[in-house]
């Protein structure tokens, strides 16, 4: 079993940063690949970025790469994403997931784990 926390939303003005994490419990969580999704109101949730259990590799969507970036502290057990110069339509809640292994880490139905989500709300 994996237990996923995250934290780090907030209101922020447009232009400015966050850094959220996503800590996890669960001896076999470093073997997962990780990843971020959110969800605005009164749409689907969406694929923001994974990034493999090595942390060698991270991937995005096209709508967030350049100011998005996917890390991970092994000693931790701890997901980072670090979202710079935000803007009013990343606001939503994210969440963290770890899919079944295996699965595309983009899939939302292909989650194993997810966590309770942290709301993000960016003021223009």
């Known amino acids: 079993q994996v237990q996923l926390v995250e934290s780090g939303g907030g209101l922020v003005q447009a232009g400015g940063s966050l850094r959220l994490s996503c800590a996890a419990s669960?001896?076999?969580?470093?073997?997962?690949?990780t990843a971020w999704f959110r969800q605005a109101p009164g749409k689907e949730r969406e694929f923001v970025a994974a990034?493999?259990?090595?942390?060698?590799?991270?991937y995005y969507a096209d709508s967030v790469r350049g100011r998005f970036t996917c890390s991970r502290d092994h000693a931790k057990n701890t997901v980072y994403l670090q979202i710079n110069r935000l803007k009013p339509e990343d606001t939503a809640v994210y969440y963290c997931?770890?899919?079944?292994?295996?699965?595309?880490?983009?899939?939302?139905?292909?989650?194993?784990?997810w966590g309770k989500g942290t709301l993000v709300t960016v003021s223009s």
């Open positions: 997931a770890a899919p079944h292994p295996g699965r595309y880490y983009a899939d939302p139905a292909g989650m194993d784990y």
């Open positions: 669960g001896r076999t969580f470093s073997s997962y690949t």
């Open positions: 990034i493999s259990w090595s942390g060698s590799s991270a």
